[in-house]
Every structure is written in C-alpha cells, then in structure tokens.
C-alpha cells in the first residue's frame, strides 16, 4: 500500500541556517509528491508538487525538492531558513488517475532567532 | 477568490448531538475530499468524491457520512457525535492531482 514517512516529528533550526526536511515514500510505480506547509491555525498551503521530469523541483517561498528514486525520497530543503518558516510541514503523495492523497504525519518547524 | 470554504470554523458539540459541516469551492473543480487532522496522525482521509454524484470512503470513514449535493458543495456529516472525533476538520478540493485546502473546522465533543 502506499505511505509516506516523514521520520523527524520536530526540527529546530536557526534563522539563517539551512533546512532539510525528509520525506520517503513507499509505492512501486512513480508517484506524484508534494509538499504542503500549514501555518498555525490555518490550512495547507502547497510549495511545490513533483510529477515527473526533472527531479528537482522549486517552490515558492524559496523552497525546492529533489525526488530520488532510488531512494524513495523526497526532501524539502532552503538555504536560509527566515523566521516566517516556522510551521508544520506534510509531504503527501497521490497516484495517477486517483483522486486520494496520502499523508505523512508532519514535520513542525521551529526557527530560532 | 474564496477557493474552498468551509462553516463553522468552530464547533463544540456534547456527545451524541449531530452536526454538519459545510464546504462550498469556487474553482469548478471534480473532486472534493474531507480529512480529519490529528497530532501525530497527519491528514486521514475520511471521504472523497470524485465527481458531482458519486462519493466513496476513505481511511477513516466510520462515524462520518457526506454529501455531494452539487459540484460545489460538499457535506459531512456526525449523526451522533463521539469524544474520538474532536479533530480538525479540512476541506478540500482538486482538479488533477493538485489539492486545494479549506482553513478548517476545529471541532470539539464533550
């Protein structure tokens, strides 16, 4: 079946310092993988979707992600994270021609001044 | 552009009332899903519709059932509220693999 396992429950970083957040993804075929991102006490917001073709993927918010498939992942990463990115990160991921979404349990971010 | 509202944003029910949830999208999209949000849990899906008249279940549909009543609207509904579905309730709606999202309902049951 498929999942989505993001294995870092809380990350903590530094204003200025780079971000990785993981992302792996269990499915045979090649999957459609996104990344959301939710503010507190808001909705999900996407920042970037890989469908195929180049497997690296930019966002908004300066976001981008590499998919690797020999790896089943699909990391999140910045260069410089600012304090606006303190939020709860999902990775998700859907199969062509079905219309169900399966998510990861979420990263929460927490960016230190 | 409202995109994919939801009603309430709050709710606190006692056990055993029903309630409904609405959700309206003004993107013309097909399909339509509800997801509970929980800690450490991540977004299940509880329903989904792939177009206007057909609707199928999810990961966690117990407790729970919907309607499409139209392309825009998509209800849920607790017949009798239970403790174990305080939650957040998301909205939300696609066209192509690329989901839209409400800001959510926090429900609570006592």
């Known amino acids: 079946a498929q999942s989505v396992t993001q294995p870092d429950i809380h990350i903590t970083v530094s204003e200025g310092a780079s971000l990785e957040l993981r992302c792996n993804y269990s499915y045979g075929a090649t999957p459609y993988l996104f990344w959301y991102v939710q503010s507190p006490g808001q909705g999900l917001q996407l920042l970037l979707k890989y469908f195929s073709g180049d497997t690296l993927v930019q966002g908004i918010k300066g976001f981008e992600a590499e998919f690797k498939r020999s790896q089943s992942s699909f990391n999140l990463r910045k260069p410089s994270v600012h304090w606006s990115d303190a939020a709860e990160y999902f990775c998700?991921?859907?199969?062509?021609?079905?219309?169900?979404?399966?998510f990861g349990t979420g990263t929460r971010l927490k960016v230190l001044a | 552009n409202a995109g994919v509202t939801q009603t309430p944003k709050f709710q606190v029910l006692k056990t055993g009332q029903s309630m409904t949830l609405q959700c309206a999208q003004d993107m013309n999209h097909n399909s339509m899903y509800w997801y509970r949000q929980d800690p450490g849990m991540g977004l299940r899906l509880i329903y989904y519709s792939a177009s206007e008249g057909t609707t199928d279940k999810g990961e966690v549909p117990n407790g729970y059932n919907v309607s499409r009543l139209n392309k825009r609207e998509f209800s849920l509904r607790l017949e009798s509220a239970a403790p174990s579905q305080t939650s957040v309730y998301f909205c939300?709606?696609?066209?192509?693999?690329?989901?839209?999202f409400g800001q959510g309902t926090r429900l609570t049951v006592v």
């Open positions: 998700a991921t859907s199969t062509s021609g079905t219309y169900k979404y399966i």
């Open positions: 939300a709606s696609s066209e192509g693999s690329e989901a839209f």
